[in-house]
């Protein structure tokens, strides 16, 4: 099932979920239901890329705190119809890191990290994964 925001910040936002609950966070639920909502947001996308004029991409996100009910949220990409191939469009915000959750997401870049603080920290996320 899927609907418009009441609270949008772009024109078409759209929230699909499911009608059976399901957790919040995405990766706490199983494949298959995973899967069916991931299947259900891409035909909702294509959808949304072919009712809006300027748009020829959705972002999404699963974020899972505005409501406790396995959800993934859609923005229309305004302004990216008509792209024929690829091509990088940059965002002008502020390099900003979080340090916390400041209660929405975000997908600009921040500054550029030091490569050995990544080569460090992905070397501690693997050594404790459980997945391996």
Not at 48 to 70: P, T
Request: one cysteine or more.
């Amino acid at each position: 099932m899927a609907f418009l925001s009441i609270f949008p910040n772009t024109d078409g936002f759209t929230v699909v979920t499911s009608k059976k609950h399901l957790p919040s966070y995405a990766f706490d639920n199983n494949d298959k239901d995973l899967t069916n909502l991931l299947l259900a947001t891409k035909k909702v996308a294509k959808l949304l890329d072919s009712y809006f004029d300027d748009v020829g991409r959705c972002g999404m996100f699963f974020e899972g705190f505005g409501v406790d009910h396995l959800h993934s949220k859609l923005f229309p990409m305004h302004g990216t119809a008509n792209m024929h191939e690829w091509k990088p469009i940059e965002s002008d915000i502020p390099e900003v890191f979080f340090g916390k959750y400041p209660g929405y997401l975000s997908s600009h870049n921040g500054k550029k990290a030091d490569d050995k603080s990544l080569e460090e920290l992905a070397k501690m996320i693997r050594e404790k994964s459980i997945i391996q």
